[in-house]
């Protein structure tokens, strides 16, 4: 089993900066595939970024369109940490994110990944 708790999230006016932390516990933390999706009322839950190990030190990023530019996702193996920059941020970037992880795929799609954090609310104002 893997726990995930994030934190990070807030109020912020349009343009203003965000970053979310997501921590894990419970497995080695180095080959995880780390996700972050979120989710706006009445939508489905979407794609946002993603850091997938590519074997030894090596990691690859993703992210969806609307984000390119704006967010950027890293990871501390130290700190068994993802984070999610969100920089210019849009009133539709208003959300829960979520934090996920998986250790089978590298993929955007929210049903692969097997473990969630709890989520935190991201409010842009306009």
């Known amino acids: 089993q893997v726990q995930l708790v994030e934190s990070g999230g807030g109020l912020v006016q349009a343009g203003g900066s965000l970053r979310l932390s997501c921590t894990a516990s419970g497995r080695p933390f180095s080959r995880y595939n780390m996700g972050w999706f979120r989710q706006a009322p009445g939508k489905e839950r979407e794609f946002v970024a993603a850091?997938?190990?590519?074997?030894?030190?090596?990691?690859?990023?993703d992210f969806t369109d609307s984000v390119k530019g704006r967010f950027t996702i890293s990871r501390d193996g130290a700190k068994n940490t993802v984070y999610l920059q969100m920089n210019s941020l849009k009133s539709e970037d208003t959300a829960v994110y979520y934090c996920?992880?998986?250790?089978?795929?590298?993929?955007?799609?929210?049903?692969?990944?097997?473990?969630w954090g709890q989520g935190t609310q991201v409010t842009v104002s306009s």
């Open positions: 850091i997938w190990w590519g074997g030894s030190n090596t990691y690859y990023t």
């Open positions: 996920a992880a998986d250790d089978r795929y590298s993929s955007t799609k929210p049903r692969t990944y097997a473990y």
